[in-house]
């Protein structure tokens, strides 16, 4: 438990800063859960569950200082896509199945810290969660259009949605409008006036405040209604289990985008104040979150960015600020949820409309555009997925997409030709001049690890080239340093058939760098090397000079002696580098 370690070396100068950090973050997260319970299709209590567990459980097993772990708009969009359609409307299947893709996903989540997967972290690259975030926002937004107007939505998809915005608007329930104007109003001014104040808090408070006192009830505005505290009671699901294969899949997708976003957050802080986290072990807090959060009946929980924000711009020290923070949770959770049922649906659905805005940065996604135009296409291709065809399937395609373009990097790279400069310095020979190749030799570099489905790439492209531009060279230097990192048996084969190749032409061929390794491999695979086959050497300039050595000793008509005074020099330098 890294957190605890930490706790038990907290210093008491401490204390001001945490308290106060904590009594912002939950005031923050206080409107915030409310209104992600409701995004999930369950009761507001549920969003207060799904903050207290999870919490403590974090502060006691998270690397991170800062970190806030809490509901979070991307998670529950997942959810409510995937739960939804399989409840048919029955609530308490609903929120059993919420329950269960939470557990799943927790479940998840310690697989991953077991077979130590922290690098999935890198994964789900920057352009595909830049574009998913922008979709999801988009998503909630026109999702709470109709609790802002007062009407409900018959479509499932965003664009059936859009198509019937003429339709809807004229079926704006005008009170509702009213509701959310006044909701807007409070919060900006709030934003104007009160800066440090928690904003959301006091728009919703407002909102419920004018519910109860002028019984604005009577005017059809809709509430969350009755919200049932005390205690969580712990329930067994009583839905057909064959259900939940269903949401094995789905709580996958949810781990990965849950602990991608979380570590974004958490790494950007742990930059900020100076201190380094854990992949594996954030993996590991994410999954026992999770996990808590379900047997206190809540759902899925992931980094929460805003609320992580909170706590720093407050001077939170420790993990302390989420064990208070969860404390006043749950007494508000289990004493204080009577005033809750008075909240108007409009206010949180405004609540989650500005969250969501703050969500959308489509200018970085077209920033990308100009600095890297793949990671621009990646990323707009998961936006409109997003919102085309869904969450679950968008973020799916986007993880192929992104594999596939990783997979056309490994397989089709970039390759070089290497000279000498005015300073014997090993280069790239392009179009700017500054190096030129050796008179007779072909130096070669191919800029990715060889494996079986790019060798035959690589022979291809290095024939190509040197047929092209030094077809006259009677010397071929690999480089091995960027290519040849691991054994494959392919890859040896296709040597084995370059080795062949270009001794029938009379060109010698040199492979330069990982000598040690390059000869360990040869010998696995008992491939020919030194005289008679390839040679070997210790790096490109040792492979340039000794070259230049044996076609002086070729000339005089001694290359087999030469031959072996290069291997003893190579040797000799070898020993004495290492």
Same mark, same amino acid.
């Not at 926002?137 to 109709?146: E, K, L, P, R, W």
């Not at 019984?215 to 505290?229: E, M, P, R, Y």
């Not at 230049?548 to 190579?570: N, P, R």
């Given at each position: 438990m890294p957190g605890l370690q930490s706790l038990s070396k907290y210093e008491?100068?401490?204390?001001?800063?945490?308290?106060?950090?904590?009594?912002?973050?939950?005031?923050?997260?206080?409107?915030?859960?409310?209104?992600?319970? +409701?995004?999930?299709?369950?009761?507001?209590?549920?969003?207060?569950?799904?903050?207290?567990?999870?919490?403590?459980?974090?502060?006691?097993?998270?690397?991170?200082? +800062?970190?806030?772990?809490?509901?979070?708009?991307?998670?529950?969009?997942?959810?409510?896509?995937?739960?939804?359609?399989?409840?048919?409307?029955?609530?308490?299947?609903?929120w059993q199945l919420v329950m269960t893709m939470t557990v799943m996903t927790g479940f998840w989540c310690l697989i991953a810290s077991r077979f130590k997967l922290g690098v999935l972290a890198d994964f789900l690259s920057k352009p595909i969660l830049m574009g998913l975030l922008n979709g999801v926002?988009?998503?909630?937004?026109?999702?709470?259009?109709?609790k802002i107007f007062g009407f409900d939505f018959e479509e499932k998809y965003l664009l059936e949605r859009l198509g019937g915005v003429p339709t809807y608007l004229s079926k704006t329930h005008g009170p509702t409008l009213l509701m959310a104007l006044l909701t807007v109003a409070v919060y900006f001014a709030m934003k104007r006036f009160r800066p440090a104040w928690p904003s959301s808090m006091f728009a919703i408070a407002a909102g419920g405040l004018l519910v109860w006192v002028f019984?604005?009830?009577?005017?059809?505005?809709?509430?969350?209604?009755?919200?049932?505290?005390g205690l969580p009671t712990f329930q067994t699901p009583t839905f057909n289990l064959g259900i939940a294969r269903e949401l094995v899949m789905p709580a996958l997708n949810l781990a990965m985008v849950s602990f991608v976003s979380m570590m974004l957050t958490a790494r950007s802080f742990a930059a900020k104040n100076g201190y380094d986290i854990d992949a594996d072990k954030e993996f590991?807090?994410?999954?026992?979150?999770?996990?808590?959060?379900?047997?206190?009946?809540?759902?899925?929980?992931?980094?929460?960015?805003?609320?992580?924000?909170?706590?720093?711009?407050?001077?939170?020290?420790?993990?302390?600020?989420?064990?208070?923070?969860?404390?006043?949770?749950?007494?508000?959770?289990?004493?204080?949820?009577?005033?809750?049922?008075?909240?108007?649906?409009?206010?949180?659905?405004?609540?989650?409309?500005?969250?969501?805005?703050h969500l959308i940065d489509l200018k970085a996604i077209w920033k990308l555009r100009l600095r890297d135009r793949p990671a621009f296409f990646l990323a707009l291709t998961t936006l409109f997925a997003v919102l085309f065809i869904g969450v679950i399937p968008g973020i799916t395609l986007a993880v192929l997409l992104g594999l596939f373009q990783f997979l056309q990097t490994v397989m089709r790279p970039t390759d070089q030709v290497l000279g000498l400069d005015s300073k014997g310095v090993i280069r790239s020979v392009d179009n700017d001049e500054k190096a030129k190749a050796i008179p007779g030799v072909f130096i070669y570099?191919?800029?990715?690890?060889?494996?079986?489905?790019?060798?035959?790439?690589?022979?291809?492209?290095?024939?190509?080239?040197?047929?092209?531009?030094?077809?006259?060279?009677?010397?071929?230097?690999?480089?091995?340093?960027?290519?040849?990192?691991?054994?494959?048996?392919?890859?040896?084969?296709?040597?084995?058939?370059l080795?062949?190749?270009?001794?029938?032409?009379?060109?010698?061929?040199?492979l330069a760098g990982r000598k040690r390794q390059m000869i360990g491999w040869f010998q696995q695979t008992d491939m020919k090397f030194g005289d008679g086959g390839i040679?070997?050497?210790?790096?490109?300039?040792?492979?340039?000079?000794?070259?230049?050595?044996?076609?002086?000793?070729?000339?005089?008509?001694?290359?087999?002696?030469?031959?072996? +005074?290069?291997?003893?020099?190579?040797?000799v330098l070898t020993h004495s580098q290492l």
């Open positions: 008491r100068h401490w204390l001001k800063d945490d308290v106060r950090a904590a009594l912002s973050v939950a005031a923050v997260a206080l409107p915030v859960a409310i209104a992600y319970a +409701q995004l999930t299709g369950v009761n507001a209590a549920v969003g207060l569950y799904s903050c207290v567990l999870p919490m403590l459980v974090y502060a006691l097993m998270g690397t991170s200082r +800062q970190l806030i772990v809490g509901p979070d708009a991307a998670t529950c969009a997942v959810i409510a896509a995937v739960v939804t359609p399989l409840a048919a409307g029955d609530a308490l299947k609903h926002a988009i998503t909630i937004i026109v999702g709470q259009f109709s019984n604005l009830g009577q005017f059809d505005i809709k509430t969350i209604g009755s919200v049932a505290g590991r807090a994410l999954g026992f979150a999770n996990i808590a959060s379900a047997l206190s009946q809540g759902f899925a929980v992931s980094g929460a960015d805003s609320r992580t924000a909170v706590n720093d711009a407050n001077g939170g020290k420790t993990q302390l600020v989420s064990i208070i923070a969860a404390c006043i949770i749950a007494i508000v959770a289990i004493f204080l949820t009577a005033p809750l049922e008075f909240i108007p649906s409009a206010a949180l659905g405004v609540v989650l409309v500005i969250a969501s805005i570099r191919f800029n990715s690890p060889l494996t079986y489905f790019n060798a035959t790439y690589f022979k291809r492209r290095l024939l190509e080239r040197y047929v092209k531009e030094s077809e006259h060279a009677d010397c071929i230097i690999i480089d091995t340093v960027p290519c040849f990192t691991h054994l494959d048996l392919s890859v040896m084969a296709m040597l084995a058939d080795e062949v190749l270009f001794k029938k032409r009379g060109v010698r061929l040199i040679v070997i050497r210790s790096d490109l300039y040792l492979a340039i000079k000794l070259n230049q050595h044996y076609k002086a000793a070729l000339a005089e008509g001694s290359a087999a002696v030469v031959q072996k +005074q290069e291997d003893d020099k190579d040797k």
